[in-house]
Nanobody, 116 residues
Framework: VQLQAFGGGLVQAGGSLRLSCAAS????????MGWFRQAPGKGREFVAQ????????YYANSVKGRFTISRDNAKNTVYLQMNTLKPEDTAVYSC??????????WGQGTQVTVSS
């Protein structure tokens, strides 16, 4: 499956952004979709995931209550709604897909910058 992420940008602290990850090549009914981020000088961090078939979601503690992951079957797209953004949310955000327990498909990253 090919993934393309977009929607990043510059926002002030307290603001919102919505990231999108469009998938092509396969339907996602067998997949778990995830968002990850990597801040400068840091390792990749898990942000959120959604199991496409059940719509079950899971979040990192650092974003719980502020971020929402969702999916659109018709558009084969997964979203990450990010509210109450903080400067520490600044990172390159990437989407990924898993159909075997491993994150084996990745989209390119999109930069999110939160100014204080």
């Amino acid at each position: 499956v090919q993934l393309q992420a977009f929607g990043g940008g510059l926002v002030q602290a307290g603001g919102s952004l919505r990231l999108s990850c469009a998938a092509s090549g396969r339907t996602l009914s067998r997949y778990t979709m995830g968002w990850f981020r990597q801040a400068p000088g840091k390792g990749r961090e898990f942000v959120a995931q959604i199991i496409w078939s059940s719509n079950n979601t899971y979040y990192a503690n650092s974003v719980k209550g502020r971020f929402t992951i969702s999916r659109d079957n018709a558009k084969n797209t997964v979203y990450l709604q990010m509210n109450t953004l903080k400067p520490e949310d600044t990172a390159v955000y990437s989407c990924a897909a898993s159909d075997s327990g491993a994150w084996n498909s990745w989209g390119q990253g999109t930069q999110v910058t939160v100014s204080s």
